[in-house]
């Protein structure tokens, strides 16, 4: 069964030491980086960061990390929730676990956890077909904005 389970000393170093194929490596930061980026989002107030590891039973097989991020001033900003990362490792690949805790990270933000939100958003590079089908069939649609060589998408929640 895939559980989401927070970030802890307990399983930091596994999460840490988790990668994608080296082909894999040029759509996503390393878990290294998106735990500090996580901390420098919480201790500056720039997002509330939602890290966790992705559990099939008591083995980790990978991560993804969530965030919610309130409206600010800016008129044309709006509150939403946030797939910041999400990675399988190259050991676990191909077994559907990648949808699973897509599923999982759903149910959890729709739960509202840290205030309501009308969308969740995420992006991509646009030459990485697999996560292109995967949040597709989960409901995502491109909104047509591409940022910093990556193409943005929207789920209505």
């Known amino acids: 069964m895939i559980t989401l389970r927070p970030i802890t000393y307990d399983n930091f170093a596994d999460c840490i030491s988790l990668e994608p194929h080296e082909h894999q490596k040029k759509y996503i930061a390393s878990n290294l980086f998106s735990l500090a980026e996580a901390y420098v989002a919480l201790s500056s107030g720039a997002f509330i960061p939602m890290p966790f590891a992705i559990y099939d039973d008591?083995?980790?097989?990978?991560?993804?990390?969530?965030?919610y991020d309130p409206a600010d001033e800016d008129e044309d900003d709006e509150t939403v929730y946030k797939v910041c990362r999400l990675?399988?490792?190259?050991?676990?690949?191909?077994?559907?676990?990648g949808r699973?805790?897509?599923e999982r990270a759903l149910e959890i933000i729709r739960t509202f956890p840290h205030g309501e939100a009308g969308l969740v958003v995420l992006s991509?590079?646009?030459?990485?077909?697999a996560a292109r089908?995967?949040?597709?069939?989960?409901?995502?649609?491109?909104?047509g904005e591409v940022e910093g060589g990556e193409v943005w998408a929207i789920l209505e929640i």
Do not use: C
């Not at 991509?124 to 077909?129: G, S, T």
């Not at 089908?133 to 909104?143: C, N, P, Q």
């Open 58 to 67: 008591d083995v980790m097989v990978g991560f993804i990390m969530l965030a």
């Open 100 to 102: 699973r805790a897509m």
């Open 133 to 143: 089908s995967l949040y597709s069939s989960l409901g995502f649609k491109e909104t």
């Open 124 to 129: 991509y590079n646009p030459d990485n077909e």
């Open 87 to 97: 990675m399988i490792d190259k050991d676990h690949q191909g077994k559907g676990y």
